[in-house]
């Protein structure tokens, strides 16, 4: 790939409180009921995802231009990976900004990368987004930037399982998800649009899916306790849909070079896989 041209540049700087209901309404929207969120005490894993949209939605629009992908049916979030440096909590003062990282070609398409880091207001990184755009089926004759660190399933995890949770998936769970975000996405929250794109119904944000997936991860390799993640990456699948449960499985995927556990994951709907390629890692014993 070629290094990232200086046509991609940073969005501008946002800034927004971090609102103790906010916190807790998020927690309820993905059906987590973690003491730690409803008291004040911590922020769930994803949460700042709800802050960064609009800045997601103008670094895409600073970034490769749609002309410069051919022959995509579309686009889709295709992965996300959540780098944790730092603790988020209630009533901190958070700054953020994006910008593309990179645009690469792969078996099934094209894949756009923005980056957006969260940090406080002295700017130490708090939360590092690594927000994925698929285009299904399309081509890009100049790949740009560097692709990040993957996240693939390691097979020999399935030889170790860990844990199993089911997480209850509502049938408004879309739209509690649409209120705290403001992911508005036509196909979540309309059965004629979900319809006309090919689904037999709505089906859920993938970042409402990964949320509830999240809750489950933080009790199952946490302890309850969020602060001990460093890392959460998955790549969505297929499509969720409401009213079906999301059995999250778990498997032992080793150490991290500096100790840390790493845990492999997948999310699971009827028989389905809509999340895979799942890694969680933890903050190690010496951090």
């Keep these: 790939m070629t290094e990232l041209p200086a046509t991609f540049p940073s969005t501008a700087t946002e800034e927004a409180v971090v609102d ?3 916190v807790a309404a998020f927690a309820l929207a993905i059906n987590d009921h973690n003491p730690r969120y409803l008291e004040g005490q911590a922020v769930p894993p994803l949460f700042t995802a709800t802050l960064i949209l609009r800045c997601q939605w103008e670094a895409i629009r600073l970034g490769v231009d749609h002309n410069e992908i051919s022959g995509a049916r579309g686009s889709v979030h295709g992965q996300h990976d959540v780098r944790f440096h730092g603790l988020v909590r209630p009533g ?17 398409g094209v894949q ?30 100049n790949e740009v930037g560097t692709a990040p660190a993957d996240h693939l399933f390691p097979e020999a995890s399935r030889q170790r399982p860990v844990a199993t949770k089911v997480v209850t998936v509502d049938r408004d769970q879309a739209f509690r998800y649409a209120g705290v975000s403001g992911d508005r996405t036509g196909h979540a929250i309309s059965d004629d649009i979900a319809q006309f794109e090919g689904y037999p119904s709505k089906i859920l944000q993938g970042m409402c899916t990964f949320g509830l997936a999240s809750g489950a991860l933080v009790d199952l390799v946490a302890g309850r306790d969020p602060d001990r993640l460093r890392r959460l990456a998955v790549r969505f699948a297929r499509p969720a849909f409401p009213r079906k449960d999301l059995e999250v499985n778990v498997y032992d995927a080793g150490r991290t070079e500096g100790g840390g556990q790493v845990f492999a994951f997948e999310g699971v709907q009827d028989g389905v896989t809509v999340l895979k390629h799942g890694r969680v890692e933890l903050v190690s014993e010496s951090e």
Excluded: N
């Design 20 to 22: 103790e209901d906010a």
């Design 92 to 108: 901190m003062t958070l700054r953020w900004s994006g910008t593309t990282l990179c645009a690469y070609q792969t078996k099934g």
């Design 112 to 141: 756009v990368v923005q980056r957006i880091m969260v940090t406080d207001q002295g700017g130490s990184p708090l939360v590092e987004h690594l927000w994925s755009s698929f285009h299904i089926a399309g081509a890009i004759a």
